[in-house]
């Protein structure tokens, strides 16, 4: 990053969805920006596939359905499109299909996790849901 010719010049490393974004929100503040992804196409892991019938998501992105994100995605002029995952939604991992848990009691049964990572999961969610420190 540096001063050239007076104009501001930012460096944003990774097309996801973050960086993109980021890259926006600067781009109509005026500032120059560069943005640097190693995968050939962006959007990092916001992505589906098309397989036969079936819609592949690569990644966890069901998260701007609705709230915050989708609003803050839409405020940068980006078409959101898509819903939350069918009840009967899969995931594979290994070469095997595991059923994607909706909600607390198929998080616990879940094969998709050890049960370290389902009790890191479950303090997690338990302070996002605690009170406020703030």
């Known amino acids: 990053m ?3 010719n007076g104009d501001l010049e930012v460096a944003i490393v990774g097309g996801g969805l973050a960086g993109l974004s980021a890259a926006v929100a600067l781009g109509r503040a005026g500032v120059r920006v560069g ?3 190693r995968s050939t196409t962006l959007g990092g892991r916001a992505a589906s596939r098309l397989v036969g019938d079936y819609v592949l998501e ?3 992105h069901a998260l701007y359905a609705s709230g915050a994100a989708r609003r803050g995605l839409q405020g940068l002029g980006i078409e959101v499109r898509g ?12 070469g095997r299909y595991h059923k994607l848990p909706m909600g607390a009691a198929s998080l616990l049964s879940t094969s998709l996790l050890g049960i370290a ?3 890191r999961l ?13």
């Open 83 to 94: 819903s939350l995952p069918r009840p009967r939604a899969a995931a594979t991992l290994g």
């Open 117 to 119: 990572d389902k009790l």
């Open 35 to 37: 943005v640097y992804e």
């Open 2 to 4: 540096g001063e050239r």
């Open 58 to 60: 690569l990644g966890p």
């Open 122 to 134: 479950g303090r997690l969610l338990s302070e996002l849901q605690g009170p406020s420190s703030a």
